[in-house]
């Protein structure tokens, strides 16, 4: 059982990574993302913060985190897409895992430089039907459907969300450092050597 936070900007391929993992480990994905996605569905003013490129209040997203946790079974391993985002996010999971009887083993930075960033979301489109994010293809690779813009991927909400990443999530790498269990990857190189780099890093 392995429990990995992975931390990168916008656009690094934190979920391209995680789902080569998926062939060598046996755990769920908590995303951020996708839990801000599902909440927005159901509330406005999250909505709105979301297409500003904006981030959801702590105690709504550690509880939701909290739940999911809760109903993971203690066998699988659980991998964080994109949380904890602030120092303070990262505390707290800590406190949850260890209620819930489990520890973290690795945080693994993507790092990438602001101007890859903004160049690779203005390519991104998301999969209409099942929601995988991709590049430059006419269909998803995954299961064959249409492509979509999301509507965070515009240059001024990238930018802002590159800015939020910097001040807020950039600390949680000296944090995991502190802790030896950071793992940093260069996100400049082909996703084939990305996944290399990660594998090696963890032993697989």
Same mark, same amino acid.
């Given at each position: ?14 979920? *391209? ?6 062939? $060598? ?5 908590? #995303? ?16 709105? =913060?979301?297409?500003?490129?904006? =981030? ?18 203690? #066998? ?34 993507? $790092? ?44 001024? *909400? ?10 807020? *999530? ?12 950071? =793992? ?5 190189? #082909? ?10 890093? =963890?032993?697989?």
């Amino acid at each position: 059982m392995k429990n990995i936070v992975f931390l990168g900007p916008p656009g690094s391929g934190k979920g *391209t990574q995680i789902n080569e993992l998926e062939k $060598y480990l046996d755990f769920t994905v908590i #995303s951020s993302g996708d839990m801000v996605r599902e909440l927005a569905e159901k509330n406005q003013q999250i909505k709105q =913060l979301l297409e500003k490129g904006e =981030l959801v209040s702590d105690n709504v997203l550690l509880s939701e985190v909290d739940r999911q946790i809760g109903i993971i079974d203690k #066998s699988r391993g659980i991998f964080f897409d994109g949380f904890p985002r602030t120092l303070n996010q990262a505390k707290k999971m800590d406190e949850i895992l260890i209620n819930h009887e489990r520890v973290l083993d690795a945080a693994i930075y993507i $790092y990438l430089e602001e101007e890859e960033v903004v160049k690779r979301l203005a390519r991104r489109r998301v999969c209409r039907k099942c929601g995988r994010p991709f590049f430059d293809s006419p269909r998803c690779p995954s299961c064959g459907g249409q492509p979509v813009i999301r509507k965070d991927d515009n240059e001024a *909400t990238i930018i802002n969300r590159m800015q939020v990443f910097l001040e807020q *999530t950039l600390p949680l790498v000296d944090y995991y450092e502190t802790r030896n269990i950071l =793992l940093q990857i260069n996100g400049n190189q #082909s996703i084939k050597n990305v996944g290399r780099d990660i594998k090696k890093g =963890l032993g697989l």
